[in-house]
């Protein structure tokens, strides 16, 4: 597993993507979102990104997990520009590379927490005793082994992202990506789902990478980055959001 060259911190890079260009055509106009854009994600680091609403930050996110194809520039992960290979290749990517997290859980409605926890394992071919294993040990470390047999509509807000967010790790990804995860949280929740974060982080060294709209959440990260005019530049916590 080579590091990238590009890094020159000595950090490791986990993921870069490096001078990504990406619009939308609609019917009456063409949206350029990003622009030659390029970010690096170390290994072990909470990063956060913010930006206006509409600048590109999930359209970032979905670049960097492999759900969407720059025009141009790469990703690069492990050295390779994953929008390079084979679609085996990108699948096999997003499965068990990425996690991802949304703002409103997307959990299944019809399935329990455990079963909702279990599904990326399954789908990757584990095998369930294993699946279901790792899905328990990750709703303990999340908090919600007292409601493993509840479905989503059995549980809080702040309950269905602690599930999302196993679901989320299941099959161990090198990096987690999480596209407003708070947004749809009281103050409370929220703060719980970034403490969780944290401990994740810190006892795993499990890499995130966190689209924020929230002052209180930017506070709390590692490192902050912002979207303005189609590119990623360092911005500080002081931010009026
Ligand atoms: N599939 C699409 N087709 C056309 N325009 C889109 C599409 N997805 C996003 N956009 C536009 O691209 C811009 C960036 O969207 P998005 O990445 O969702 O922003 P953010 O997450 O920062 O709010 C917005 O102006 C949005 O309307
Ligand atoms: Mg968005």
Do not use: W
């Not at 590091?3 to 000595?10: P, V």
């Not at 063409?30 to 590109?56: D, F, K, N």
């Not at 590379?97 to 990326?120: K, R």
């Not at 929220?190 to 709209?213: R, Y």
């Amino acid at each position: 597993m080579s590091d990238l060259s590009s890094c020159t911190t000595g950090k490791k890079c986990l993921i870069e993507a490096d001078s990504v260009d990406k619009s939308y055509s609609t019917k009456r106009e063409v949206i350029h979102v990003l622009a030659q854009t390029s970010l690096q994600v170390y290994s072990g680091e909470v990063l956060g990104i913010v930006g206006a609403s509409g600048v590109g930050k999930s359209t970032l996110l979905h670049v960097l997990g492999g759900l969407d194809k720059p025009l141009t520039g790469s990703v690069l992960f492990q050295g390779q520009d994953i929008y390079k290979q084979s679609n085996a290749y990108l699948e096999k990517f997003r499965n068990c590379h990425i996690g991802f997290v949304f703002q409103f859980f997307n959990l299944l409605p019809d399935f329990s927490a455990l079963e909702n926890t279990m599904f990326p394992s399954l789908i990757r071919n584990q095998e369930r005793r294993l699946a279901k294993e790792r899905a328990e040990y990750l709703l303990h470390t999340v908090g919600m082994q007292d409601r493993m047999h509840h479905t989503p509509g059995e549980l809080s807000g702040g309950e269905n992202q602690r599930v999302a967010l196993a679901r989320g790790l299941v099959n161990q990804p090198e990096l987690l990506l999480a596209d407003e995860p708070t947004g749809n949280l009281d103050h409370h929740a929220s703060d719980q789902l970034i403490d969780l974060i944290q401990k994740l982080n810190q006892e795993f060294s499990q890499t995130f990478v966190i689209v924020t709209h929230s002052q209180r959440v930017a506070n709390r990260l590692d490192r902050l980055m912002e979207l303005v005019d189609g590119k990623v530049i360092p911005t500080n916590h002081n931010l009026v959001m």
